[in-house]
């Protein structure tokens, strides 16, 4: 598959994310809700788990595992931004503005909605339920 295609896949995947799935039910509190305005995040380390980035983009919270699939990078650690859909040479169609994350390391990005990365059709990092239960933004892992 061209490279053109396989970009083509990863972003039709972006655009029907699937939904993140609690495996254990445990529950981590992770901050007020009022300390987790749109744009900003949280890194919390699970005690004897992962750590795991928290994000409001635009209001909805969505949580993605700490840990780039290259290269072990502290993902949640590189800068939030939006980036540019596949289109013809020289155009440009920025999209995902606020839900992408490049990695500190070597620029790969991700969505942050789907955990989707956005360079090829298999890449992906983990996502995570998160609620807000009594004012309280709660990751449920
Ligand atoms: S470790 Fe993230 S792109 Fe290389």
Redesign the pocket.
């Known amino acids: 598959m061209s490279d053109a295609k396989t970009i083509d896949a990863a972003f039709r995947q972006v655009e029907s994310p699937r939904e993140p799935v609690s495996r254990s039910g445990r529950r981590i509190a992770v901050c007020p809700a009022a300390e987790l305005l749109p744009g900003d995040k949280r890194i919390v380390d699970v005690p004897g788990g992962p750590s795991i980035g928290v994000f409001n983009i635009g209001g909805e919270y969505h949580a993605i595992k700490n840990v780039?699939?290259?290269?072990?990078?502290p993902?949640c650690l590189?800068s939030v931004h939006a980036t540019h859909a596949p289109s013809e040479l020289h155009q440009f169609e920025p999209c995902m503005e606020g839900r992408v994350i490049r990695?500190?390391?070597?620029?790969?990005e991700f969505d942050i909605v789907s955990g989707k990365g956005l360079y090829d059709r298999n890449s992906r990092v983990a996502t995570y339920v998160v609620e807000v239960q009594d004012g309280v933004v709660t990751l449920v892992l």
Do not use: D, I, R, T
């Not at 780039?68 to 990078?73: I, K, L, T």
């Not at 990695?103 to 790969?108: E, I, K, L, M, T």
């Open positions: 780039c699939p290259h290269n072990g990078a993902l590189g990695c500190p390391w070597h620029g790969w």
